[in-house]
């Protein structure tokens, strides 16, 4: 049994993992792409459903959870080719 959303797929997991361990910079940049990828495909997250996975990690900021709860919030195929962008992303970088 997965412990967090994202374990079921191997990719989705590397591409978090990958933000997870970005400086600053690249975590901005791409803490934005996953909101807009997600706010183009007509996602919108209604206040206070941060899981309480999330509140738990009280060193992460704000922008940052709300953009996985963006990720979360997507059909498992967009989830699996936003998961290619950014692992592309920081391979070319």
Known sequence: MNK????ADPV???????????DVSKKKTMVNFIIREAK???IELQEGTFDC????RQDENDD???A???FKAMEDEAKRE???KIITTFKNN
Request: glycine share 4%; charged share 15%; proline share 0%.
């Open 12 to 22: 989705i997991t590397n591409a978090i993992k990958l933000i997870q361990n970005a």
């Open 4 to 7: 967090r959303w994202y374990d």
């Open 64 to 66: 940052y959870l709300t």
């Open 82 to 84: 936003l998961a290619f």
């Open 68 to 70: 996985l709860e963006y």
């Open 53 to 56: 996975f999330w509140h738990r």
């Open 40 to 42: 183009n495909l007509g």
